[in-house]
């Protein structure tokens, strides 16, 4: 992000030097030195005043933030989007199976406590506009109220998935998106191997959000995956005007998902990568076959829902292709720090890969510990075992 000259700075939104002091300080349970603070802010929204920055975090002492003796400023309470039972004191839940092991914590606080150059790969379906897996608009959905989340009527006898509106998010939603995810990035680098695979699965109309934050993080983007696969979303007749309006969509259909690529810059050359760090490509299908960015998919079907009813789930057959490719020689840790109902890990587990998840949620932890092996075990989950 270009620096900001002072006239620019002026016009800056109301509260946007406070919102970005919050972001830096939500990923440093620890606290953080005046000059770090400064360093992240300046990262997030451009040139800002120091004036600015410390006047914020003295006159706010007392009511936000917590100033220790060594000079580090801290989080009086975490935010909502960061807070979580897992940060607070108190054992970590796991759940082993196989070769995958879940944890139930925060993965901003997991990722800052792992080892560094530790995880071989990343495939990840994160929450899309972080606002509609908050706790008030989960329990919306869990008791069919909806809120941000669009519950389809039935078609057919067949009751289809709720869906996120991300249409409804505001400039300020879309800024902290943007801001979780460059923080998220940040915070992920260091912990991965160089020329380690990042896969985020995304939106069309948010992608672009998140690939930015990702790509100013520090990440190297490499394109894009297409899942080919017709959703319920888009497509419809004008609210209250359909009649009138019989021939018109008011936005295209959509019949695609973007996974956005990205991967950690490599040391030296590729081949000194693969032979170094195992990592800096992509896994061929087959011999005569190079890993492609389009996967014909389907919705994921009612017989896998039913192991891991999760509203996001995305089915084995496109996970297990995906999960095979992001490790080229077959070797290494792959995570997902969005864990959800264990979905990645349970791929993982049936290619024969060990992984590494992390979900904040306690009612999408437990379910993943019931969903892992059922997932990896599941029949219908596409040919995955490749020609070599």
Not at 27 to 41: H, N
Not at 158 to 170: D, E, G, I
Request: proline share 8%.
């Amino acid at each position: 992000m270009p620096p900001r000259n002072k006239s620019n700075d002026r016009r800056r939104r109301p509260g946007e030097v406070r919102d970005a002091i919050v972001t830096v300080l939500s990923t440093k349970p620890r606290g953080a030195p005046v000059s770090e603070i400064e360093e992240g802010v300046r990262a997030l929204i451009g040139e800002a005043a120091s004036s600015s920055i410390r006047s914020y975090l003295r006159l706010n002492a007392a009511s936000i933030f917590r100033r220790e003796d060594r000079g580090l400023y801290m989080l009086r309470e975490a935010p909502a989007e960061y807070a979580h039972p897992a940060n607070r004191e108190g054992p970590v839940k796991s759940y082993s199976f196989g070769r995958s092991n879940l944890f139930e914590a925060d993965c901003i606080s997991w990722l800052q406590q792992r080892p560094e150059t530790s995880i071989h790969a990343v495939v990840t379906d994160p929450p899309y506009g972080l606002v509609e897996y908050a706790s008030t608009q989960q329990e919306k959905l869990r008791i069919g109220k909806g809120g941000i989340w669009r519950i389809p009527p039935s078609f057919d006898g067949t009751k289809r998935s709720p869906l996120p509106r991300f249409t409804v998010l505001s400039t300020a939603d879309l800024d902290a998106l943007a801001r979780f995810f460059f923080e998220w990035g940040r915070i992920l680098l260091p912990v991965l191997v160089p020329g380690a695979n990042v896969l985020v699965a995304s939106n069309p109309l948010l992608s672009y959000v998140v690939s930015g934050a990702l790509a100013q993080a520090g990440l190297e983007r490499r394109g894009e995956i297409v899942r080919l696969v017709m959703t319920m979303r888009g497509g419809d007749r004008p609210k209250s005007a359909h009649e009138e309006f019989f021939g018109v969509s008011v936005m295209p259909r959509s019949m695609w998902e973007p996974w956005l690529v990205f991967r950690k810059p490599i040391e030296g050359r590729v081949q000194d990568n693969l032979r170094k760090w195992k990592t800096g490509g992509f896994r061929r299908p087959s011999k005569d076959r190079p890993f492609g960015d389009v996967i014909p998919s389907a919705p994921t079907h009612k017989s896998e829902r039913s192991l891991a009813p999760h509203p996001s789930l995305k089915p084995q057959a496109f996970l297990r292709m995906l999960i095979r490719g992001v490790l080229p020689l077959g070797e290494g840790i792959i995570l997902d720090p969005f864990a959800g109902s264990g979905s990645t890990l349970s791929a993982a587990e049936a290619v024969g890969y060990e992984s590494i998840g992390i979900e904040k949620d306690s009612r999408y932890f437990e379910l993943a510990c019931k969903a892992i092996p059922k997932l990896a075990a599941f029949k219908n989950g596409g040919n995955y075992e490749f020609n070599l």
